[in-house]
């Protein structure tokens, strides 16, 4: 079995930041890719930022200089740093992983239950 499991989210004001984590755990092989989606009030789930194992970044941009991600591959875990946070950011992020669970497995996608992020005065 494997699991992702968020925290961080919450209520924040404009302007304000917040850091997520998302931690895997149970058997694994290796992660390949590691990223963070969001679904919004009556929206489809989308891309918010996207991390490679080696490190290399990709964001949606709607949050590019405002959102950063990051991982510790030791703690098989991703963060999203999001400042400067608006109130359109309001939604519930999701963590996704493309984790293999031996050598004889092929990676398959994992997600967390989500985190409620809502940006309000």
């Known amino acids: 079995q494997v699991q992702l499991v968020e925290s961080g989210g919450g209520l924040v004001q404009p302007g304000g930041s917040l850091r997520l984590s998302c931690a895997a755990s149970?058997?694994?092989?290796?992660?390949?890719?590691m990223g963070w989606y969001r679904q919004g009030p009556g929206k489809q789930r989308e891309l918010v930022a996207l991390?490679?194992?080696?490190?290399?970044?990709n964001y949606a941009d709607s949050v590019k200089g405002r959102f950063t991600i990051s991982r510790d591959n030791a703690k098989n875990t991703v963060y999203l740093q999001m400042n400067s946070l608006k109130p359109e950011d309001t939604a519930v992020y999701y963590c996704n992983a493309q984790i293999r669970r031996s050598e004889y497995f092929r990676p398959r996608d994992y997600w967390g239950q989500g985190t409620q992020v809502t940006v309000s005065s």
């Open positions: 991390i490679t194992s080696g490190g290399n970044t």
């Open positions: 149970g058997s694994i092989f290796s992660i390949n890719g």
